[in-house]
């Protein structure tokens, strides 16, 4: 059933952080920092401190977001167990937390035990695979933000709006993969190649213009939904605006630009990640209000999760490197198989996990983050 427009009003609008800390916090920070880089106009050595740094801050924001994606998803299982979960749901949580690990982690092995003994193809393609991955993920969280803004704000786009958004995000995805998938940043992860292909021009060309098209279809989707806001007198506060702005940041800017700027591409993935943690905090904290949980707690939690971060991507990997090649892994020419599988194992999987943790129908994010009373 379609909602109204104007379903469930409430005298304020509701939001995360507050307004414009959830228009910079779920993407509008990047586009500051993105003008910054622009400006400073980094080349050579500049780029390689800007690795650096960012690897370095990896290990407080994109790694962790990804270990809160696990304590989350698995903490569900007395939900699963005990029928509290839809049926739907606990199918899916089976599939995403269960089947497809093992096979995940099977081929994944199969595929180091090959390219050990000479044989690179199957790791190439699983490596493959976590690139194309990587596009759907972020246009599905960006879908996701638009929604999530707009639930929080009960101002629920209509059918045929969520439609149009969620269709553009894959024309995006889709156009964005097909003209930028060769770049060499896709093709090489700690020393894995990936398969190397171009897509034919007329084939891209025409993912771009099936990209415009949508575009142009969810711009004018949004531009009668805003209408009906402003004829009802809403002011910008209470539309789901850091949704949309959100939605849009990530396909133009994040997608649009991946692959075309050496230094863009480096912090990308942090804002992606602050994105995501900025739900997830919000997440926690109702979590933490209703249960009445100590500040202590929360902050295990967060310890928990850069702890579990450093032991997925770097210190059990590297210790199986080490243990094969008696030197210390670091990125150079030389391959370190076990970060690079632990890497695509945990990106993949994280992926698998997210359209089941955050799908609608979640009783837990009903609760914790749509009912419960957030920040104004």
């Known amino acids: 059933m379609d909602t109204p427009l104007t379903a469930n009003l409430q005298p304020q609008a509701r939001s995360l952080y507050g307004p414009w800390a959830d228009v910079l916090l779920l993407g ?23 690795a650096g740094v960012m690897l370095f801050l990896a290990n407080f924001m994109n790694h962790p977001h990804f270990a809160v994606s696990y304590q989350i998803f698995y903490s569900s299982w007395a939900d699963v167990k005990s029928g509290a979960m839809p049926a739907d749901l606990r199918r899916r949580w089976w599939i ?43 246009v599905k969280q960006g879908f996701g933000m638009a929604m999530v803004d707009a639930a929080l704000k009960k101002r629920y786009w209509p059918a045929p709006a969520r439609k149009a958004l969620l269709m553009n995000a894959y024309a995006i995805w889709g156009a964005a993969w097909m003209v930028g998938n060769s770049t060499a940043v896709a093709r090489n ?51 789901p605006l850091a949704g949309l702005v959100a939605y849009f940041i990530t396909l133009y800017l994040w997608m649009g630009l991946l692959g075309l700027e050496p230094a863009f591409v480096l912090v990308i993935p942090f804002f992606h990640s602050l994105q995501y943690m900025t739900v997830v905090s919000r997440y926690k904290s109702n979590e933490a209000s209703a249960h009445g949980w100590t500040r202590m707690r929360m902050v295990w939690f967060v310890m928990t999760a850069v702890f579990l971060g450093g032991m997925g991507f770097w210190l059990l990997p590297g210790v199986l490197d080490y243990l094969s090649t008696g030197q210390i892994p670091y990125f150079d020419t ?43």
């Open 96 to 138: 995403a937390g269960v089947i497809a690990p093992v096979l995940l982690a099977v081929g994944i092995a199969a595929g180091a035990f090959m390219r050990i003994n000479g044989n690179g193809l199957v790791l190439a393609v699983v490596m493959t695979l976590m690139g194309v991955l990587v596009g759907w993920h972020y």
């Open 189 to 239: 992860f700690w020393g894995v190649i990936g398969i190397d292909y171009v897509v034919p021009g007329p084939l891209a060309a025409a993912a771009v213009i099936i990209a415009c098209g949508t575009t142009t279809w969810c711009g004018l989707a949004m531009y009668r939904c805003i209408s009906q806001w402003r004829r009802e007198n809403l002011s910008w506060k209470q539309w």
């Open 334 to 376: 030389k391959v370190a198989i076990g970060i690079a599988c632990a890497w695509i194992f945990i990106n993949v999987h994280h992926y698998l996990i997210d359209n089941v943790l955050w799908r609608q129908g979640n009783p837990k994010v009903k609760q914790f983050l749509f009912d419960a009373q957030p920040a104004r």
């Open 28 to 50: 509008g920070g990047s586009v500051i920092a993105m003008l910054l880089l622009r400006a400073l106009d980094l080349e050579g050595e500049s780029i390689v401190v800007l």
